[in-house]
């Protein structure tokens, strides 16, 4: 069975957009559902609402896959399914190591959800001595001493990082001396990796910040309406905050929380 190490994903030379492949594993994920409902065929507005997009974004990104359905039927599940999974790279082994068995890192290492998707994990890795030789998930916990050699030896090209923020950026530089060039980083910080290591972050209280900042504006607009309008000059100050506070598309702040 092949491995991450020896293959990169087609789509970047293929030209398929950034914003597209972010969107493939929505489609995946919808078309899962229908396929182990045993739904044949699925029409492209179906299959949009349950990915939460526009059917004219989906057909436009389906374009890129070669995949067009067929006018009055629509588009093949199964075929589908296999499509994404192989554009994804999800029709191979990937072997992913975990770096920092916390709380966070167990819970990622017993999510049964990775061997399903193509990822087998390969190895637990943590810096407390204490947690060497302690079965999590089944798979006992390795030191940080022997990183190197667990990457060299499972031939990882992805890595996740889930230690605290400040441990974070040395086991970063040590995934990708050792050869890694894939992370998934959950812990609380920016990395800095070389051209080449792909980053992508996961931050759980920036998530959350953002819906605090949609409820407080929701509550907002609630005690607004129970009041009647705001004053003149309250309301042009919060307009005005409101144009300095969204980005180029005027729903998404420009700036979060760091």
């Known amino acids: 069975m092949a491995t991450g190490r020896t293959h990169r994903p087609a789509t970047r030379s293929r030209g398929i957009p950034e914003a597209t492949v972010a969107r493939l594993p929505l489609y995946l994920r919808a078309l899962t559902a229908l396929s182990e409902r045993s739904v044949p065929t699925v029409s492209s507005e179906e299959l949009a609402a349950a990915a939460g997009v526009n059917s004219a974004k989906l057909r436009k990104d389906f374009s890129y896959l070669g995949s067009y359905g067929t006018r009055g039927v629509g588009y093949d599940v199964e075929y589908l399914v296999y499509q994404i999974s192989r554009e994804l790279g999800l029709t191979q082994d990937w072997p992913v190591v975990i770096v920092g068995i916390g709380n966070l890192g167990a819970a990622l290492a017993n999510y049964g959800g990775f061997a399903s998707r193509g990822f087998r994990v390969a190895a637990l890795i943590d810096a407390d001595p204490a947690m060497a030789g302690k079965?999590?998930?089944g798979i006992p916990v390795q030191h940080t001493d022997d990183l190197e050699k667990i990457i060299e030896d499972n031939g990882v090209s992805i890595g996740v990082i889930a230690t605290p923020a400040g441990a974070a950026q040395q086991v970063c530089d040590r995934l990708v001396a050792a050869g890694v060039t894939s992370i998934l980083n959950f812990a609380p910080t920016v990395l800095s990796v070389p051209d080449g290591v792909d980053v992508r972050k996961v931050d759980l209280s920036i998530e959350?910040?953002?819906?605090?900042?949609?409820?407080?504006?929701?509550?907002?607009?609630?005690?607004?309406?129970?009041?009647?309008?705001?004053?003149?000059?309250?309301?042009?100050?919060?307009?005005?905050?409101?144009?300095?506070?969204q980005g180029p598309d005027g729903d998404v702040p420009a700036v979060m929380p760091a």
Do not use: C, M, W, Y
Request: glycine share 8%.
């Open 135 to 137: 079965p999590v998930a």
């Open 208 to 245: 959350l910040q953002i819906l605090a900042f949609h409820e407080q504006r929701k509550a907002g607009e609630e005690t607004a309406a129970g009041d009647g309008a705001l004053p003149a000059a309250a309301s042009r100050n919060v307009a005005a905050d409101d144009s300095a506070d």
